[in-house]
């Protein structure tokens, strides 16, 4: 069964770095059939691509957050991060870290989704 | 503004179908495979329909998905007080370097 766990601070200072961590059971985070994402919902309101992480390393951004945001992988522990510098409180949101997979012809965005963490940016 | 757009609310009684629409345009519903994905309160949401009309396993064929040109429908029918939830759809855009985009969401409320 695959799982994943979104961890880190749940109260992030304006002006500083947003960071999670999205520990993965039950898939590989190496296999070349699935691609790693963040994604964020701000409170009462619909869903926000931030970005995704392939099996090489590859990077793809939401333009709108490129300049801010980093998302990383870590092999070993089989999990995969996301970096959001300078926050403000527009980020307070929950933030969901998922899986996407390649099927055949399809490019599944996400097949399964961590319960996701909520992030509120206040000092 | 999402975009991709969609109706924020629609609503239905018990056994009646219901459908929820989704509109974009060329570099991504009019090129790419449309998603849909089912969010219970408090809840994560959880993919309904794939490649358009596709159903994963364990979805009720209750759900149906379809699409033409720049615009796609998600379809339920026989609807049950179970399936009051938000709807968003969503699909790659080819314009955004390999960004994925979503609808605004619609709120399903079963009378």
Redesign the interface.
Known sequence: QVQLQESGPGLVKPSQTLSLTCNVSGASISSGAYFWSWIRQHPGKGLEWIGYINHRGGTYYNPSLKSRVSISVDTSKNLFSLKLTSVTAADTAVYYCARGARDGTYYVPVDYWGQGTLVTVSS | Q?VLTQPPSVSGTPGQRVTISCSGSNSNIGTN?V?W?QQLPR?????LI??DN?R?SGVPDRFSGSKSGTSASLAISGLRSEDEADY?C?A?DDN??????????TKLTVL
């Open positions: 999402s495979y998603y994905y809840t994560a949401p959880k993919l794939y490649g596709q994963p968003y969503a790659w955004l370097s390999g960004v994925v985009v979503f609808g605004g969401g």
